[in-house]
């Protein structure tokens, strides 16, 4: 059993016992692997220097990413690699159960703590620059992953598992009366950023056009589904959305009539119409 603590300076025990540590063609000192691959037994015999490539590399093989992740922060690692890592590394600590945020008391205290944020105007996402700044990273990284094939939805398996997950909280939201277009305010806020921003479909002809042939062809087009046009109009009738129950005044004959009527046989097609 060795006689050094977990406090113990382990760099220091190799020194005390084997003199100093080495250093690399470009000066950087060794590190000290533990061999046996616990931290807590600094005995002499568990201490051996290596390079930092070699370090890297031995923990590799043992899958350590953690390590592996804390050491690449030294060395030249690309980010797509660096990237890799931190995801190998939240991915063991889910299986062995250990990941914070399957720790409900945490994300309990983090949920309290975005709260407080937003409460007093500090949190991060409340910042214009930090909101641009985010969208600028996410879309290139998300361009770069598609680029390099490796996006998640170019995988048909999870493309269509999102689709199921998506209707699934869709519904769900529609259900509890929650969804943004359920929400007359919240909808045309939505609508008229879209607008502004040139990001509403309607605004790019080609883009429209391809969607609704890809719905066409698939058969998911709502205007092809049985039934959906009549449930559409009994539905705006109910709400006094319908065309037919918006009168519109001609300027030219005056008299009153419903949308329909008045695009197609009132206001410049009027009969009345002196320029006609």
């Given at each position: 059993?060795?006689?050094?603590?977990?406090?113990?300076?382990?760099?220091?025990?190799?020194?005390?016992?084997?003199?100093?540590?080495?250093?690399?063609?470009?000066?950087?000192?060794?590190?000290?692997?533990?061999?046996?691959?616990?931290?807590?037994?600094?005995?002499?015999?568990?201490?051996?220097?290596?390079?930092?490539?070699?370090?890297?590399?031995?923990?590799?093989?043992?899958?350590?990413?953690?390590?592996?992740?804390?050491?690449?922060?030294?060395?030249?690692?690309?980010?797509?690699?660096?990237?890799?890592?931190?995801?190998?590394?939240?991915?063991?600590?889910?299986?062995?159960?250990?990941?914070?945020?399957?720790?409900?008391?945490?994300?309990?205290?983090?949920?309290?703590?975005?709260?407080?944020?937003?409460?007093?105007?500090?949190?991060?996402?409340?910042?214009?620059?930090?909101?641009l700044k985010?969208?600028?990273?996410?879309?290139?990284?998300?361009?770069?992953?598609?680029?390099?094939?490796?996006?998640?939805?170019?995988?048909?398996?999870?493309?269509?598992?999102?689709?199921?997950?998506?209707?699934?909280?869709?519904?769900?939201?529609?259900?509890?009366?929650?969804?943004?277009?359920?929400?007359?305010?919240?909808?045309?806020?939505?609508?008229t950023k879209?607008?502004?921003?040139?990001?509403?479909?309607?605004?790019?002809?080609?883009?429209?056009?391809?969607?609704?042939?890809?719905?066409?062809?698939?058969?998911t087009h709502?205007?092809?589904?049985?039934?959906?046009?009549?449930?559409?109009?009994?539905?705006?009738?109910?709400?006094?959305?319908?065309?037919?129950?918006?009168?519109?005044?001609?300027?030219?004959?005056?008299?009153?009539?419903?949308?329909?009527?008045?695009?197609?046989?009132?206001?410049?097609?009027?009969?009345?119409?002196?320029?006609?």
């Amino acid at each position: 059993m060795s006689t050094y603590s977990k406090s113990t300076n382990y760099r220091k025990i190799y020194e005390q016992n084997y003199g100093p540590i080495p250093k690399d063609g470009q000066g950087r000192t060794f590190e000290i692997h533990h061999i046996d691959g616990n931290h807590n037994n600094n005995d002499p015999l568990n201490l051996v220097a290596v390079s930092i490539e070699d370090h890297y590399n031995i923990h590799y093989e043992q899958e350590d990413w953690a390590a592996c992740l804390l050491m690449s922060d030294r060395m030249k690692i690309s980010p797509e690699e660096k990237s890799d890592l931190s995801r190998r590394t939240q991915l063991t600590l889910v299986l062995n159960g250990t990941h914070h945020w399957l720790d409900p008391e945490f994300i309990e205290r983090n949920i309290s703590r975005q709260h407080n944020l937003m409460s007093i105007g500090e949190h991060n996402f409340q910042r214009e620059d930090v909101k641009l700044k985010t969208k600028i990273i996410v879309k290139e990284t998300q361009l770069l992953r598609f680029s390099m094939g490796v996006h998640q939805f170019q995988d048909p398996i999870v493309r269509e598992k999102a689709k199921i997950t998506l209707k699934e909280v869709n519904d769900k939201l529609v259900s509890e009366g929650k969804h943004i277009f359920q929400n007359t305010e919240k909808r045309t806020e939505w609508l008229t950023k879209q607008f502004a921003e040139g990001r509403h479909p309607t605004q790019n002809g080609e883009l429209q056009r391809q969607k609704t042939m890809s719905q066409i062809e698939k058969g998911t087009h709502l205007w092809i589904q049985e039934g959906y046009q009549t449930e559409l109009n009994y539905r705006m009738i109910a709400e006094g959305r319908h065309a037919s129950q918006k009168k519109i005044h001609c300027p030219h004959c005056e008299l009153v009539v419903d949308a329909p009527n008045f695009k197609r046989w009132h206001g410049d097609n009027c009969k009345k119409n002196p320029i006609k």
